[in-house]
């Protein structure tokens, strides 16, 4: 017997194997959840599939979040081949490199509509498109980050996206708890994925999160995967509307400060 056992999650925003998506797709999975993928398009082939072939799974559909034509094919298609639905994974972010490399002041419009659709709306989007296949007792997470309540630079739009994000995460509990489906947040320390590499000074914040953090490391992906696996599975059954940190506490810091 194992956690997930018998349970079926769909995840969305793996790229390659140093997704977050990925490090949540092998926690469940390795608990006994069947695991089906959704991505970008030009990820599916050379990427995705691949990485769902290791874990026997072939549901591997494309789906760009901005796009609700998409993410109605995509539960359609899932509706025909696995029925229902026990953890959605959300674990998508966008905002254009010039909203991340100037200065927040000088977001523009369409740039700031952008990021928020993308990294916040299509969370209320999937929700909604998963509902009616929905059991009682599922699991919606969501991957979030520290920049949504305090000031980290270059974060920028992106830090107001999931500051949208997490407030959306309670709304969305509210509405979805006398359904008995939760809905939570990990909020994840620095990780070297694709959407971190070249952003301008990730490198030695990343360095120095380490020397500064309580638990003086780096965060891994297996890392949030194994928060993940806690809040998909009915270990964290009255939990819902939380923010939990995988951040090796970097967040409690009033001032962090390197050893002497
Ligand atoms: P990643 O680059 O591996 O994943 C980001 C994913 O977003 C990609 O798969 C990309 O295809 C997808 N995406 C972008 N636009 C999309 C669209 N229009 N439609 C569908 N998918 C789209 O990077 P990651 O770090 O694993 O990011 C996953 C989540 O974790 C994001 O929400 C990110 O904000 C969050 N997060 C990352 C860190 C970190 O340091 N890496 C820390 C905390 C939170
Ligand atoms: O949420 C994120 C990454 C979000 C992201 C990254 C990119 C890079 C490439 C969104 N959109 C894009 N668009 C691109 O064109 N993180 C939590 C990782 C991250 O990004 C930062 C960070 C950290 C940490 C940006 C600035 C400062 C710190």
Same mark, same amino acid.
């Given at each position: 017997m194992t956690l997930l056992d018998g349970k079926k999650a769909l995840i969305f925003g793996v790229a390659n194997d140093h997704s977050i998506a990925w490090g949540i797709a092998q926690a469940l999975h390795a608990e006994g959840a069947t695991v089906g993928f959704s991505s970008v398009e030009s990820l599916i082939d050379k990427r995705v599939r691949p990485l769902a072939a290791r874990l026997g799974s072939t549901f591997v559909e494309p789906c760009d979040v901005q796009d609700d034509g998409q993410i109605h094919a995509v539960f359609d298609k899932w509706r025909d081949s %696995? @029925? %229902? #639905?026990d953890v959605l994974v959300h674990a998508l972010a966008f905002a254009r490199r010039e909203e991340l490399d100037g200065a927040f002041v000088d977001t523009s419009r369409d740039g700031f509509a952008l990021a928020l659709d993308v990294s916040c709306y299509s969370l209320l989007a999937l929700t909604r498109g998963a509902l009616p296949l929905l059991r009682p007792g599922a699991s919606i997470l969501t991957l979030t980050y520290y920049g949504a309540e305090k000031v980290v630079a270059h974060y920028n739009v992106m830090g107001v996206a999931k500051a949208a994000l997490e407030a959306s995460v309670r709304y969305l509990a509210a509405d979805l708890g006398p359904r008995a489906v939760r809905v939570n947040a990990i909020s994840a320390g620095p990780i070297r994925t694709l959407a971190a590499s070249g952003i301008a000074g990730f490198k030695s914040m990343y360095g120095s999160f380490r020397d500064v953090a309580p638990l003086r490391k780096n965060i891994t992906i297996d890392d949030v995967g194994r928060a993940a696996l806690f809040l998909a599975s009915? #270990? !964290? !059954?009255?939990?819902? @509307?939380e923010v939990l940190y995988v951040d090796g506490g970097f967040n409690i810091l009033g001032v962090p400060t390197r050893d002497e």
């Open positions: %696995e @029925g %229902e #639905l009915d #270990l !964290s !059954s009255a939990v819902t @509307g």
